[in-house]
């Protein structure tokens, strides 16, 4: 399971300001001297769905981001709205739900480019002067991913640099800008702090901000943070919008694209009078905007896992679609069906096998930019 975050952090939604519950978690001994070095790689696991239980403390979300931390990942979970500590409640569209994850991308990427930026002297070999505007941070590895009801979210994310437009120049006080100036608070602090996986150093657990009411976390207003959150002279921050990294996508259990209305209704057990809300478009999603969230699939390394017995999806449609996926001129899309897993990984052997197969997929991306 996931030791204790670094970080616990609320941001508000791009979608209409609910406050997000969100957690990030840096990898063991991750010291400030080699910060640069080890902020290559992060990834994002969204969760199943909130109605019937789903939240960031999901086991399989656990197992899983308890992988990918091992291997040098930074990892950020977050709770949809109305799971867990996150205020509001599900939607019926998953619109609010896409910007929910498309908020702590924002956020995610963000703080991560600031802590690549080294410190005069921070560094093994750094140069006695400050670095120059030219300082090319280490290019970052961003895995985005969920569980089920989060890997359906996944799939319907816009190709990663269509969403971090939000976040290029964002109006002054709008919900972008304050997720902005919130990574760059906190990216501040975990700067002074000597492990980055440990930054309660500086900022105990008692002083972290909890309350759901207020959009934008606090988690303390002492001296220390108020200057933690400036840039120093010596540093050369990035403007605000994050560089767009390279994508990847991980899919545990996902609903089959034409499965989707069916996997909700057994989700949610809600009247057959409401389906057609999920048949229906997101206003103004066209078919080119559903086109372009399928082909970042396949024009970014992407595996979906998925169960042989999963009894909540179509097995056969999923199957069906993920060779066609697969099959695509130049595809990075892979499936991967393990034969006797159910939808919740519980069968003897299964859990094992699916997080083998994450792992094997871990690897290949960073040894693809060794």
Known sequence: MLPDPSWIVRIPSIHDGTSIDCRLYHPAHQDRRRRVERCRYAAVLAHPYAPLGGCFDDPVVSVVGRRLLDRGFVLGTFNFRGAGCSAGRTSWTANPERDDYVS???????????????????EDNAPSQ???????????LLLMGGYSYGAMITTQLAPLDKLLDTFSSPEPGSYAAQILTEATRMAGIARLSPDLDAPSSIDPPDHRWRDSTPPVSHISSGPQDKAASRPS???????????????????ISPPAPRGLVS???????????????????????????????????VQNRTLAVYGGADALVSVGKLHAWAQAMAA???????????????????????????VGAVDDF????QRSRS
């Open 233 to 251: 002279p010596d540093e050369q921050l990035p403007p605000h919008g994050p560089a767009v990294p390279d994508a990847a996508y991980l899919l």
């Open 362 to 365: 871990a690897d290949a991306l």
């Open 328 to 354: 695509r001129r130049g595809s990075l899309f892979r499936g991967r069906e393990i034969q006797s897993a159910g939808h919740f990984w519980a069968e003897d052997g299964a859990l094992s096998e699916m």
């Open 263 to 297: 996997h909700l209704i057994t989700l949610s057990l809600i009247p057959s009078a409401l389906t057609s809300t999920f048949a229906r478009r997101p206003p103004g999603d066209g078919e080119a905007r559903a086109q372009a969230a399928e082909t970042k699939l």
């Open 104 to 122: 702590f991308l924002g956020f995610l990427v963000h703080y991560i480019r600031l802590l690549q930026i080294p410190r005069a002297g921070e």
């Open 130 to 140: 400050p670095p120059g505007p030219d300082v090319n941070p280490p290019p970052l």
